[in-house]
């Protein structure tokens, strides 16, 4: 399956890594936190690991790490404004319940 990302979570991606004046792309992973277990991470990326699968949509590369992919298979992100709050969502099919902070998660 992969992971997608939306129109509006590339541009928003390309704007970041235009404004940071370098990088190959955006990390999506997860580590242990919260009260549900994961949370996800995001981070920019200069340089492959070994163990990486890329993901590439709408002109962004979406790096994911093989540990990270089996909880992240399917997950498309997006970027939404709401009032005055903006930020990205992750919609993850794998997810079977989350917090009620929407911190964290666990499948």
Avoid: W
């Amino acid at each position: 399956m992969g992971i997608s990302l939306t129109e509006a979570a590339a541009d928003r991606v390309r704007t970041f890594l235009t404004n940071r004046g370098k990088g190959i792309g955006l990390r999506l992973g997860i580590k242990t936190s919260g009260c549900s277990g994961l949370a996800y991470v995001l981070e920019f990326v200069d340089e492959l690991n070994p163990d990486d699968q890329v993901f590439e949509q709408h002109g962004v590369k979406i790096i994911v790490d093989a540990k990270s992919l089996v909880y992240l298979d399917g997950t498309e992100l997006d970027f939404a404004k709401e009032g005055l709050n903006e930020g990205f969502k992750f919609n993850n099919p794998n997810v079977k319940d989350q917090c009620g902070c929407g911190e964290s998660f666990h499948v």
